[in-house]
């Protein structure tokens, strides 16, 4: 994320910002090859404070695109998948440069290459775009890794809210979605707690405590 103490959410596509992009991309491939993980975000970071966004939105894009071509090499050679988010900018972070999954398939079809992917925050998408179900089945070719939270309060998806999450989840699994979805919310209670909604979901769908199905067992 850079230096957050300084106002910063990222470095990927700030100006001027490459050097400690990259000392900062070597630091984090450390961390995800220690820990197994396979997949890093590549957070782009906000516009320069004082800066017009429209005056700034070419440069930051070049820069974006440069950073992330390093990022998809040095990442081939360790298997990875770079991960690109938008990050609404009505609510949650009004000068974060990636805000829509239009954008960042756009960004991602410039690149060109294959080990980057869109990460997929439906808390962001519905506040920016709504129209989940097209833009899922739309983008779904691009999409990496999902993250969930209700929309308005960011909490667990069986809060109040505007999101039918249970679709979604059947959306995603008709759609071919084999991959983790990640509880991107603040839970209203404590984390265990809050985990509650999940043995409800799978009690719904008639599996057991884990995913697993009651007629295996």
Known sequence: PGDQEAGELGLAAVPGRQAAFRQSLEAAVHYARTVGCPRIHVMAGRV?????????????????????????????????????????NRITDPRYYLNTPHQAAAILEKVGRPNLK????????????????????????????IQIAQVPGRHEPDSP????????????ESLGYAGYVGCEYAPKGD????????????????????GTSKAAK
């Open 118 to 145: 869109l990460q997929l925050d439906l808390f962001h998408c519905q506040i920016m775009d709504g129209n989940l179900s097209r833009n899922l089945e739309t983008y779904f070719p691009l999409i990496g890794h």
């Open 48 to 88: 320069p404070l004082g800066t017009d966004r429209a005056a700034v939105a070419g440069e930051m894009e070049a820069t974006f695109i440069e950073n992330l071509r390093y990022t998809a090499d040095l990442l081939s050679q360790e298997d990875m998948i770079g991960l690109l988010e938008p990050i609404n």
């Open 191 to 210: 984390t265990l707690e809050g985990l509650g909604w999940l043995r409800s979901y799978w009690e719904s769908r008639g599996l057991q405590h884990g």
């Open 161 to 172: 809210g505007e999101l039918n999450f249970p679709y979604l989840f059947e959306l995603l």
